[in-house]
Each structure stands twice: as C-alpha cells, then as structure tokens.
C-alpha cells in the first residue's frame, strides 16, 4: 500500500481489507458496476463487502459511483443496506438513464447527461478530506474493459476526469484496481456450480484480445489513480 492492483472483481472485498491498514479519518469512493451491499451472508464476499467498509471506524463516509445492474432496483434491492443509507454514511449512485420515470428520483440516481454535475458537487462536499478510491474495472463500459461480470457505463475518460476532479478537491491516500478478466479455475465441482450460477453468461473475445484491451485501460487509470 498505498495503491495495489490486483485480480478479478470476484475479490473486491479485499478493498475493505485494504482499508483496515488506514489508521485515520477517510472517505471511501468506489467506482463500481455493482453495489456489493447485500446485507446476507457470507460477510467476506464480493457481493457484501461494503458492509464490512461501514464497519470500520475510521470510515466516516462510502460513496459508490456508476451502478447499472439490477441490484439497486426494487425487488432484488430487498436486502441492500437500507440503513447505512438512512444513516448517510452510504451514498450509492446508479444509472437510470433507462429506467422508468419513478425509478430516476431515487436517492442519488444519475443520468448520463447530469452525473458529472453530481460528482463535481460532492468532490467539493469532500474537500480538503482524505480519501481511498477502489476501481472495479466493471464499471466500464465493454469497450474499455472485459471482466468476469457485467459490464458498466462509465468510459475510460470519465474516469480520468473523476479521479482529477477528487485530486484537486481532497488528497488520495491509497487505492486500488482490480475487476480485469480472469479465467475460472475450480478445485472442486462444487465451486464451479457456485460461480456458474452466479456470475452472467459472457461472450467473450479471444483471450490476446482481453489482455490488449485491459493492459491500454490500466495504462490510463493507474497514472491517474496513483500518480
């Protein structure tokens, strides 16, 4: 630490471990096609681990930044935490660009036409703090970036602009990358039947493809997350 890059999105919840080596007051920021906010077990997964950032003292504030999928809508949202929002020590962020009309007045919704508007508005709510990002590289677009999940909206130079615009409002003291394709490797049948029920069906490129595309993205954020 402070920066580290590392595997496929399927241990995002090594950020949280990442966190526990921060012994001051920090605000965390996560770009991220998923929430990872599910309140049900296991607690150490990539589909919770947020909760385990909330847990942590010296986390005064998690912000989630480019949702797309499914999980922040009614009814899979049941079991999301509610209360980490109530409390606003959670913010999450998900596009509704397609979403119907209701679903665009959630609390933080964003839409492509006004989410930097938003950014810019909460980078300056953060000023002069200090601040951990993690990138899930899923919160790309499928152009930019080819990972083990579904992918996100956000491209490239979005992210570019929202780590400058962090940079010159607060101080980045680490952070990490990770979500880039790995191929799935099983020890036991049971493992294997566990991720392929859960993770999307992809129709991927041919594996020298993924590297290029994932080796010319990383050569752009990682500068600009860890410069």
Not at 37 to 59: F, Q, S, T, Y
Not at 87 to 102: F, N, S, T, Y
Not at 170 to 177: F, K, V
Not at 195 to 209: G, Q, T, V, Y
Request: hydrophobic share 40%; with cysteine; charged share 30%.
């Amino acid at each position: 630490m402070p920066f580290i890059l590392y595997g496929s999105g399927d241990f995002h919840y090594l950020s949280a471990l990442w966190l526990r080596r921060l012994s001051g007051p920090v605000i965390f920021v996560s770009f991220d096609n998923h929430p990872d906010w599910d309140i049900r077990p296991p607690k150490w997964g990539c589909g919770g681990w947020i909760n385990r950032a909330l847990e942590l003292a010296n986390v005064q504030h998690v912000a989630i930044w480019g949702c797309g999928n499914f999980e922040c809508w009614w009814p899979h949202n049941i079991f999301a935490n509610r209360r980490g929002e109530r409390e606003g020590r959670l913010e999450v962020h998900p596009w509704a660009d397609q979403r119907p009309m209701k679903d665009r007045e959630r609390r933080g919704a964003i839409l492509r036409e006004n989410w930097r508007d938003r950014f810019e508005a909460f980078a300056a709510n953060i000023a002069g703090r200090e601040v951990y990002v993690t990138i899930d590289l899923d919160c790309l677009r499928p152009e930019d970036a080819v990972t083990n999940w579904e992918n996100g909206r956000f491209t490239v130079a979005d992210l570019e602009w929202a780590l400058g615009k962090l940079r010159e409002k607060s101080r980045i003291i680490g952070g990490d990358i990770c979500g880039a394709y790995s191929e799935p490797k099983y020890a036991r049948w049971k493992q294997r039947f566990a991720s392929e029920w859960d993770h999307p069906k992809l129709d991927l490129p041919a594996a020298d493809k993924i590297r290029t595309a994932n080796f010319a993205t990383l050569e752009r954020l990682w500068p600009a997350l860890a410069h």
